[in-house]
């Protein structure tokens, strides 16, 4: 994600410069504005200028520890206890820095005390550390520091971050069971070929006789495996890569993130699971005070999808320009007609935050009911796909071993 520095004024007037790392210079004024910072100048930092600001060594941010999803969830738990308890809020962040176990963790905890000792908010204590805390945490602690509810919101951010790990969690276990299958189909017909057919072939070429089709598409499909199966490896190994430098670029996550949800079986679960996260982090934004248009914007930047997120930008538009949410939502043509109708009910009835968190709870309950039924649903089609492969190697090998049958028993 590229780097922009920044220059503007925080409440008490100050001029504050620095840099953060955003997808446009107008996400990267978002976040700013969410950290009660206005800004006067941003502008596209020099390439390394990120690293050398937060005082990263290249080789400490490539070989060092990193901060996991359960090191942020963990501390925003801790923090909210302490903060119930009456802790303050720098004698609490040196207790967390003491007790974290995780050495990264404990220099960003370390950094944030020292910026709140220079007088900073906390909120523009946790926005120096972009790649730790996202602009959705950030805007939420933002709007706790202006309510006076900062424990209250950390809570909400724990059960939040609980969920979406939850929900991720869900997805990729529902997505291990096929990969594994099919991974295993890959690796037995590699097999097959290189040292299976190869000896049969042996045993064919005696016959003297012209074989079956389907025996010498078999063989030349092995020769040809057999003679550049280095090249096949290597081919396989360089689409990997090509496809990950593919997807890591805008354009490419994007065309990738849209694709995820059109996958036979896998797909909806994907989507379920993204419109859930969606409805839970909007609901989350409009219960703690976020106008409508901020938390479109930090929300679109929570659904980890490239293609959901256009949508939701979308709906942003849409409301600036004086649209309602319903209109919005039914213009990016994301949602059933269920849940355009929940949205509709929680405008008229000014409840559209607890709306949205039903919309959760439903996505949320659709999801776990379709990985309860996921091995149901695609056994069926691994189970053709196998028996087809099977079916091939057996008219393939046997066919030829038949008829010898058959001419030994005329002899």
Known sequence: MPAFSYRGRDAAGEVINGVLEGASAGAVADLLFGSGITPLEIKPAPAGALKKKEGDGGMAALFGPKILHVDILLF?????????????????????????????????LGQIRESLDSGRELSLSLA?????????????????????????????LFDHME?????????????RYPS????AMAVALFVVNIW?????????????AELPLMTRILIGFSNFMVAWWHAILGGVVAAGFAFKSWAST????????????????AGKIVQKATLARFARSFALASRSGVPVIQ????????VDNDYIAEKVDRMRDSVERGESVLRAAIATGAFTPVVLQMIAVGEESGALDEM????????????????????????????????????????GIFLPLWDLGKVAMKK
């Open 196 to 208: 299976v057919i190869p000896a049969f072939a042996k045993v064919f070429s005696g016959f003297g």
């Open 250 to 265: 805008k354009r490419g996550k994007y065309l990738w993130d849209r694709f995820k949800m059109r996958i036979p079986v």
């Open 128 to 156: 120096r550390h972009p790649k730790v805390f996202t602009p959705f945490y950030l805007s939420m602690v933002r709007v706790g520091e202006m309510t006076g509810r900062l424990e209250e919101v950390f809570l909400r």
């Open 180 to 183: 594994f299958v099919v991974m």
């Open 76 to 108: 925003t738990r801790q923090l909210y206890t302490l903060l119930k308890a009456g802790v303050p809020i720098m004698r609490a962040l040196a207790g967390l820095q003491e007790s974290s176990a995780n050495p990264a963790m404990k220099s960003v």
């Open 295 to 302: 938390a479109l914007t930090t929300v679109a930047q929570t």
């Open 356 to 395: 949205m968190e039903e919309i959760s709870a439903m996505y949320q309950s659709e999801v776990e009911y379709e990985l309860k039924t996921l091995s149901q649903q695609i056994e069926p089609i691994l189970i053709v796909a196998l028996g087809v492969m099977v079916l091939v190697l057996a008219l």
């Open 163 to 175: 969920f979406e790990r939850f929900m991720r969690e869900q997805v990729k276990s529902a997505l």
